[in-house]
């Protein structure tokens, strides 16, 4: 692998990202997913990089899942995306962010239309005055919250109290990472790096220590694919995908998956588990899965936070092999309990996947 | 006084165009822009169909830079002025050249692989390209080439930039499926356990002995052909690739491994070409090669009196096609000149 | 095994490298003018069996070059040896020596 020719694929897709006073619109799914993933990029960006930040709680979901599962016309989601700019406008903000990036891909195709079809926006301002009286200015600088986390990366690196090393052998830890298809397969100028070889995550990767796996599947579909999971009978699809990416990236021992979507880190973590008791066939050694993150996570973990106040407790692959690789403390007995500290119960242990350090 | 012409380009076309002037006793000037004539023909080591030695040809050629042929080499074009059925060119080291008719021989460059993201070219190590691999024969370097590979077997990717809309170019680049051809059995020449693979959408082989060609690759030297185009490749744990394609002969999507990856990048009008084209305001087909007076019978003036056309500004062509080319351009000019 | 209503699908890839090829090369040295085939297909164009049967004696033949073998000793035997295939194919491929050499590669590997 020559690195100076992805070097020269990643200066071809570099984006504007906006520095501050960031309009921050959360996804729909995440929170009940990986509910720490938000609320820790919230911190970070307040607490840590001390950057303003709105939100407005009457936003609603951008429509996407059900415009990309055919129950939404474009028409609607064009207006309901109308109604998150105005939002933004009567706020006095100017630079969107998404946490999904379904949302992200959505925003960006409907401002592509609105730009080659200028009559749409026109027609969608008069839907959004008729049901709402609102008006709308159009957002200067449309980021995913994964790339506002890539722009602060070499910040989040020198506030860091853990990197991307095993701390028994000092080699780097290897890591997957996984874009989401809306990222910049739609529009591969609007993700950084382009669409072949992404490098929003590769970034944070090599600037927190790690070093990144290119695995023959990694273009591969997560399995996601919206229809594919929502009725049950095509979820075989979705999790054969998610199977030919877990055979792929095996022999490569990885020590972790990071992604940037909320669907994938789904599916590569909950169809560990569900190909281990279908099949009996885990990806980790010692019958461990392979830890799988979202970014708003890993830069938590590296910058010393609680892994329990992240939600790593909520992953099906339990993340401890890599708190133990990071040389992360952890209380085990805490995992299953509330903020209050009070007991919530253990969830039951799979049949293969090991999910306890020790049995229960 | 006798009459002149500037030729633009020293390569195939350009010293061809030049040998078959001088010998109609035209004057001519000779403008290429590399220390040495040749152009492309240089990097080539043999030949298709019949695997003669390129050399043969550049001596054939460099025969006729004879007398009446001023040469001008490392000369790069400021501007062109037309005026009162004259045209004058200015070089960059300040020299001025006129004359009563120009001809543009400054033919193509080989697609840009990297282009391709996909197939991983500049970035994964045993991805090269057909014009890479036609220089190691050339150089006899042959043997490290193939050397660092491990088991062998060798993918050579066709239409890498030509029929593809993505890289901008619907054209076939024609020359590319028979170069495949003729690389294979050279590999196979010199490393007879390879296995070779050539991937392809349909094999053009259009012109006399190039299908006899591939017959001779599947009969002899055991060359396999499937049908499909790569998805995409990607780098194993080993430096080993994994292309990926559909067997359309069987409709199954195909996984492979191979040691090292060719691919046969296709003709695109070169850059200097396009910059001459919009110099002079001559016309550029959708394709961006540059268009003659007529697509069947005017072939080798354009609609600007004066200003002709020879080899493969007009698209990719082959060396006896443009060697040919060149002598209908010589005649072309020389009826202009009377 | 849990099962919860769904199943994981079997690849339909070709995969190339796990696939056994010592019957390809068997066959191919019985026969040499199988590398002949330019995959036309006049031969299952012509074929009886293939105009009432899914016989495509082209695909058997391009399948068994990647290794795939799955099918194809049930395939075989709908074949009738009657060497129409033979008389059109334009490169001249022995196509009836084709399936023989298939019933002798498989009962030699014990397919």
């Known amino acids: ?360 | 006084m006798s009459k002149t012409a500037i030729i633009i380009g020293g390569g195939t076309a350009g010293m061809e165009t030049a040998s078959q002037l001088a010998r109609l006793g035209v004057e001519v000037d000779l403008i290429e822009k590399q220390p040495h004539l040749g152009g492309h023909l240089k990097n080539w080591d043999r030949l298709f169909p019949n695997r003669r030695n390129s050399d043969e040809v550049f001596d054939y050629l460099e025969k006729g830079m004879n007398d009446g042929i001023s040469l001008h080499l490392n000369a790069e074009i400021s501007n062109i002025r037309k005026s009162e059925e004259k045209f004058t060119i200015a070089l960059q080291d300040g020299k001025e050249l006129q004359s009563d008719a120009l001809v543009i021989a400054t033919g193509y460059e080989v697609f840009d692989a990297r282009k391709k993201e996909e197939y991983g070219y500049g970035i994964y190590d045993n991805v090269i390209t057909s014009v890479e691999l036609e220089e190691f024969f050339r150089s006899n370097k042959q043997k490290n080439l193939l050397e660092g590979v491990a088991s062998k077997r060798i993918g050579i990717i066709h239409c890498v930039g030509s029929r593809d809309e993505k890289a901008g170019n619907l054209y076939c680049s024609k020359l590319c499926c028979v170069t495949g051809v003729k690389q294979a059995i050279e590999i196979k020449e010199l490393m007879p356990d390879a296995e070779i693979f050539c991937f392809y959408m349909d094999l053009r082989m259009f012109d006399r002995h190039f299908e006899e060609m591939y017959y001779e690759a599947q009969e002899k030297w055991g060359i396999q052909f499937i049908r499909g185009r790569l998805s995409e490749a990607s780098e194993n744990t080993d430096h080993t690739l994994l292309v990926k394609v559909e067997d359309t002969l069987t409709g199954l999507p195909l996984k492979m491994k191979v040691d090292l990856l060719i691919l046969l990048v296709g003709f695109v009008p070169s850059p200097e070409t396009r910059r001459l084209a919009a110099m002079l305001g001559l016309k550029e087909g959708d394709d961006r090669f540059l268009c003659p007076a007529d697509e069947h019978t005017i072939t080798n003036s354009t609609e600007i009196p004066g200003v002709f056309l020879a080899g493969t500004v007009k698209g990719p062509a082959g060396i006896a096609n443009t060697i040919t080319d060149a002598r209908a351009t010589a005649i072309q000019v020389a009826d202009y000149l009377k | 095994m849990k099962s919860f209503g769904y199943n994981i699908t079997e690849d339909r890839q070709i995969d190339f490298d796990a696939n056994d090829r010592n019957v390809t090369v068997f066959i191919n040295e019985i026969e040499p003018s199988i590398l002949l085939c330019m995959g036309c297909g006049s031969c299952t164009a012509t074929c009886t069996t293939g105009h009432f049967t899914d016989f495509n004696i082209r695909k058997i033949h391009t399948l068994i070059q990647r290794g795939e073998l799955k099918h194809l000793k049930k395939e075989i035997m709908k074949c009738m040896l009657c060497g129409k295939c033979q008389l059109v194919c334009p490169r001249g491929v022995n196509l009836r020596n084709l399936i023989l050499s298939i019933h002798t590669a498989l009962e030699k590997s014990g397919l």
């Not at chain 1, 701390?167 to 529009?187: A, N, Q, W």
């Open chain 1, 1 to 360: 692998m020559k690195i100076e020719g992805k070097q020269n694929i990643w200066k071809e897709y570099q984006k504007e990202i906006a520095e501050d006073h960031f309009f921050y619109v959360r996804s729909c799914v995440r929170q009940n997913f990986f509910p720490g993933s938000e609320k820790t990029f919230l911190r970070i960006l307040q607490y840590e990089l001390k950057k303003d930040l709105f939100e407005n709680p009457s936003h609603t979901t951008c429509s996407g899942i059900g415009y990309h599962t055919d129950i939404i016309p474009f028409e609607t989601s064009m207006t309901m995306v109308a109604r998150q700019f105005a939002l933004m406008t009567e706020a006095g903000y100017e630079n969107l962010v998404t946490s999904c990036i379904t949302s992200f891909g959505l925003y960006s195709e409907v401002l592509e239309t609105w730009h080659h079809f200028p009559e749409l926006e026109e027609k969608t301002r008069q839907f959004l005055r008729k049901a709402t009286g609102r008006e709308f200015k159009k957002p200067a600088n449309v980021s995913h919250a994964s790339d506002i986390i890539f722009k602060f990366r070499k910040e989040i690196a020198e506030k860091s109290k853990y990197s991307l090393v095993n701390k028994d052998t000092g080699k780097p830890l290897r890591v997957v990472e996984h874009i989401g298809c809306h990222y910049s397969k739609m529009f591969p100028s609007k993700g950084i790096g382009g669409a072949e070889y992404p490098y929003v995550l590769v970034g944070m990767i090599e600037d927190w220590g790690g070093e990144v796996i290119d695995y023959p599947e990694r273009r591969h579909c997560c399995g996601f694919g919206f229809r594919q999971y929502l009725v049950q009978a095509n979820r075989g699809f979705s999790i054969s995908c998610s199977k030919k990416k877990f055979d792929s990236m095996e022999p490569y021992k990885p020590d972790m998956i990071l992604t940037n979507c909320p669907g994938c880190p789904m599916f590569l973590d909950r169809w560990q588990y569900a190909i281990s008791e279908m099949e009996g066939k885990t990806y980790g050694e010692n019958n461990q899965g392979i830890p799988v993150l979202t970014y708003e996570e890993l830069a938590g973990l590296v910058l010393g936070y609680n892994p329990w106040d992240l939600g790593l407790q909520v992953h099906q692959v339990p993340a401890e092999p890599l708190l133990d690789k990071m040389g992360i403390p952890y209380d085990p007995e805490m995992k299953f309990r509330g903020a209050d500290g009070q007991d919530l119960g253990k969830p039951e242990a799979p049949t293969t996947l090991k999910f306890y350090a020790k049995e229960v």
